[in-house]
């Protein structure tokens, strides 16, 4: 069977188990999950949701069936009804399906000679003819396409390979929530939407999944939408993303005029008769920057990341799937897409550049002092997505790549791990409320370990190779510089640091959990466990695909992903190919520096948090600002509060009230004048000449059939009495006669 | 001792009818004016007897029987809507009744 031809099935089996549950989970699932979750014997769970203060918020069914779980538990294995049997296998079934089919189509796309393979379902827009900006007359096609080459097989096998064991881990976590039904439908459609993003072979259809993958994040950002914070940050998070979209559309619509196609293909083609815009910002560079600005609001890059700190309101597998792995990542995979364009433009390659880097250490720094075990991931997100763009600002496409497939391995993996370390901690997410738990849930504890020296870049593992290789990119690339590659370094040693802060304040040193909390903590069960050994044996063996040109013993295969990738940037191997002008040596010793610095930062926060605990608490004391300003991230949430929310939005309120009330209201209220003084006239001569004359002419007529009139008086024998006098006139005038 | 003539008839017939329209006119209750008209009819079925009887023909007596059989039907359907009338209006006076009029 050709699997190629059938590649658009491929998001469908994610959208099927959506359609089902989002369209007749309500219906089929008519008992509360409370209700399970009361049956005796079951495990206490609680979920990020379970706050303290949530039992006095909703005291009613959830709350109360907590209480009285938590009398009853002691470790028996939870009931799961029949409904969320038939969901745990639908709903990753689903995924799973939709992984063994995009498996089979990336191997038999390796089969063939060129690895491009497009299928066209049908059209969408069909010829809209407009004139572009060169005066010439194009058609606006958009077909319902969708394309199979290195770069989206990549990614398909990452969103439907990882969104697999996340849907798995979820069938554990999400155990005793309400709306079970409804968190399956919202992560099923997200993978539909994901994977329409990916396989898209244009990029309005591309834009048609990056609002859906945005939709989605709303929705379960948002999932427990009784809790206020939830709610705010999912429409944070929606409404700086439109940001970023409006960037994306106004890029698109460039491309539009300029290019006259949205077909990837297409566009590529086009390309080709454009010289490289070397110097200063020309139409293609401005274009590749509206495009890049919608990379970042979708990529939590500088001026928009502030959304996805807030996002781990979302249950923490969401966090994992989509705000780790996966939809983060669709900023890197679309200026990937668009790496044609960029080379072209090396002024906005250096924009994106800068701000990848700014954002990574920025990001960092944010991340050394936060308390909430999810926040530290959540900046590290971010700053890991600076790195990717780093590579893609210095033209090392492969390489953004190669580190995002590496990150959504071991960031999913550290996001599933704090989901189970706040799982036995009964939705504790402070760190400052942890310690001492490594002997306590063992899997969990191996699986972040991986995960954490993964990140940490210590070599062997996943995060070393891509890092490293990123890191060497910006140094030896012809767009890079020492400036970019030592933001690089030194946001490789914060990250070792903040990651070991992390493992630090949950695994090692005394317990600080509280007491009613710490008799609960338990492993998490083997829903959740299984996938996490799985992520972690992706994080040890990832990075294998990409071992450094550097490591001659390893012979070419072992560089696949490189490889692989070539012909999607085939203009950017060639660049790369000049990185030989930089001697082996100097590679040695950027690698040694940078494997360095990993060690320095997790021996710092090992003696800091772990040896010497006083030590952070006088740092804190000594550099109080400088320890407020990274605490409250900047101010950045402040800054742009004051001059976006308060500021712009506010500010214009004002303006445009005054402008609504002077302006429009007087028009509004001119308009009502103008029609009552109408009006008036109209009712003065419907009176008087209108009425007037009808009335008049009814008088009239009145009067001349008075005399008459009174004749009638309806009585018979008036009647009676005129017939005889007639009757006697008429005799009377022949008796006369 | 002078015989009946036509003439007599025709006193009595006349006189009859002068009755019957007089009270036709005059009288407020719709019973006697139905009377009245019978009285009228009857003065009419006089003349017709009187006339056939002198002209020694059967045609106006068979004419006069039609007139009863009308006058029956006419006092049963007069009657029949002054019942109607009364129900609705609860007077028998023709002076009360005048909806028919502008």
């Known amino acids: 069977m050709n699997f190629l031809d059938q590649i658009w099935l491929i998001p469908l089996f994610p959208l099927f188990g959506a359609a089902l549950m989002l369209l007749l989970g309500k219906k089929l699932d008519p008992q509360p999950v409370s209700e399970v979750a009361i049956a005796p014997g079951v495990e206490p769970i609680y979920d990020e949701h379970h706050h303290h203060e949530h039992h006095h918020d909703h005291h009613h069914d959830q709350g109360h069936a907590h209480d009285h779980a938590q009398e009853h538990g002691h470790g028996g294995r939870h009931a799961a009804s029949p409904l969320k049997k038939l969901i745990n296998i639908i709903c990753p079934g689903m995924v799973l399906l939709s992984f063994i089919f995009s498996a089979v189509a990336v191997w038999q796309l390796a089969q063939q000679p060129v690895r491009v393979h497009q299928v066209i379902k049908f059209t969408w827009i069909a010829g809209l003819p407009f004139h572009m900006a060169n005066g010439h007359l194009a058609n606006f096609t958009v077909d319902w396409g969708f394309l199979l080459d290195p770069l989206s097989s990549v990614m398909i096998l990452v969103v439907t390979g990882i969104g697999f064991l996340i849907h798995v881990y979820s069938t554990g976590y999400m155990a005793h929530d309400n709306g079970y039904y409804r968190f399956f439908g919202y992560l099923n459609l997200f993978v539909f939407f994901m994977l329409m993003l990916v396989l898209a072979n244009n990029y309005a259809l591309l834009f048609v999944g990056w609002e859906g993958v945005g939709l989605c994040s709303y929705l379960l950002i948002g999932f427990y939408f009784h809790k206020k914070s939830a709610g705010d940050a999912g429409k944070k998070a929606f409404v700086v993303n439109r940001v970023g979209d409006a960037g994306f559309v106004m890029g698109m619509l460039l491309m539009l005029s300029v290019l006259g196609t949205v077909k990837f293909t297409e566009v590529k083609a086009a390309l080709a008769s454009f010289t490289p815009e070397t110097t200063g910002f020309g139409i293609l560079s401005i274009m590749a920057l509206l495009l890049f600005f919608g990379a970042t609001g979708k990529s939590a890059q500088f001026p928009l990341y502030v959304w996805l700190p807030d996002a781990m309101e979302g249950p923490t597998p969401v966090s994992a799937l989509i705000h780790a792995a996966t939809m983060v990542t669709a900023g890197v995979y679309m200026v990937a897409r668009s790496a044609a364009l960029f080379q072209l433009t090396p002024s906005t390659s250096t924009v994106v550049a800068v701000v990848g880097a700014f954002t990574a250490i920025l990001a960092a720094t944010i991340a050394l002092v936060q308390n909430d075990i999810k926040r530290v991931l959540a900046y590290s997100t971010v700053s890991q997505l600076g790195y990717m763009f780093l590579a893609l600002g210095v033209g090392a496409y492969w390489v953004a790549i190669f580190h995002l497939f590496t990150h959504a391995f071991f960031k999913a993996l550290l996001f599933l791990d704090s989901g189970s370390v706040i799982h036995a901690m009964s939705g504790e997410q402070d760190m400052r409320r942890m310690g001492g738990l490594k002997d306590k849930i063992p899997i969990t504890y191996w699986t972040m370990f991986i995960g954490s020296v993964a990140i940490a870049g210590i070599p062997g593992l996943a995060g070393f190779f891509s890092k490293d290789e990123i890191l060497w990119q910006a140094y030896s690339s012809p767009q890079g510089s020492q400036i970019l590659w030592f933001v690089g370094l030194a946001t490789a040693g914060l990250t070792a640091f903040y990651m070991w802060r992390l493992m630090n304040l949950t695994f090692y040193g005394k317990s600080r959990v509280a007491p009613e909390v710490a008799a609960h903590i338990h492993e998490s069960p083997a829903a959740m466990t299984v996938p996490l050994i799985l992520l972690a044996a992706g994080s040890v063996f990832g990075g294998w695909l990409g071992v450094p040109k550097l490591w001659t013993i390893f012979g070419e295969s072992w560089r696949g992903f490189e490889s692989w990738l070539a012909p999607a940037f085939a203009a950017a191997a060639a660049e790369a190919a000049k990185e030989g002008e930089h001697s082996a040596s100097t590679e040695w010793v950027l690698m040694g520096l940078s494997v360095a610095v990993a060690i320095i930062g997790i021996t710092v926060a090992r003696y800091f948090y772990h040896h010497k605990p006083e030590i952070p608490d006088s740092i804190e004391k000594a550099v109080k600002p400088l320890h407020a300003l990274l605490y409250n991230k900047w101010y950045v949430d402040e800054i742009y509060d004051f001059l976006f929310v308060n500021g712009l939005c506010k500010g214009g309120g004002l303006l445009l009230g005054s402008f609504d009330r002077n302006v429009v209201d007087g028009g509004v209220n001119g308009a009502g004048w103008l029609t009552r003084f109408a009006a008036t006239v109209s009712m003065w001569w419907d009176t008087w000449i209108v009425d007037g004359t009808v009335r008049f002419t009814a008088f009239f007529v009145k009067m001349l059939s008075y005399p008459v009139c009174i004749l009638q008086s309806g009585r018979v024998q008036t009647y009676a009495f005129f017939v005889v006098v007639g009757v006697l006139v008429a005799f009377g005038y022949y008796a006369v006669r | ?102």
């Open chain 2, 1 to 102: 001792m002078h015989p009946i003539t036509t003439v007599h008839y025709l006193a009595l017939s006349a006189a009859l009818l002068l009755i019957g329209t007089v009270g036709v006119l005059t009288r407020r209750n719709i019973v006697i004016i139905l009377m009245s008209i019978e009285l009228i009819l009857n003065a009419v079925n006089i003349n017709l007897v009187a006339f056939s009887h002198a002209a020694g023909q059967v045609q106006g007596q068979i004419f006069a029987i039609f007139v009863i059989v009308d006058a029956v039907a006419e006092a049963a359907v007069g009657l029949g809507i002054l019942i109607a009338l009364f129900r609705n209006k609860e007077t028998v006076l023709a002076d009360e009744i005048d909806l028919l009029k502008w």
